[in-house]
């Protein structure tokens, strides 16, 4: 399910049955890797979209947390995120990102860091797009089954 008034309606019908939030790790910057950071969060955006798709009824995707800076200074912000998260009633977070810094803060966070390299997407055909994004949708399955596995 996705964060729109119709999706919410649903989950709030069916909020027993939902047991992940998704939360996509989108950078932001106004510097010469404005560029980079920019396909990251598309990327992340449209991994987001196909990955709620594969586990509809089982998940909501959460609006992005966008961050400024270095991950190491906002991953508080983060945790009480996650926190709110396991307080309303989820029982698994994963935190979807292509800023491979924030592995290294996994520990200090309540959920999972599932870190994918992005990939240009801005100039492919939508076809190919969409094909490339299921192609990574099924390295990344592993990780959330095995999220959902260690919990249970």
Known sequence: MNWTAKDVEVFLKEREYIDTAIIPLVPISFTESMRRVVEQGEFIDLLSLHLERQFKGRMLVIPPFT???????????LQQWAQQAITSGFSHVFFLTS????KQHEEELTGKVIYVPSIPI???DEHYKHSMM?????????????GWQLSE
């Open 67 to 77: 961050y400024m800076g270095e991950p190491d200074l906002k991953k508080v912000e």
């Open 99 to 102: 800023d491979k810094k924030w």
């Open 122 to 124: 801005k100039d492919m």
């Open 134 to 146: 299921d192609k990574q949708l099924n390295n990344i399955m592993d990780d959330i089954i095995e």
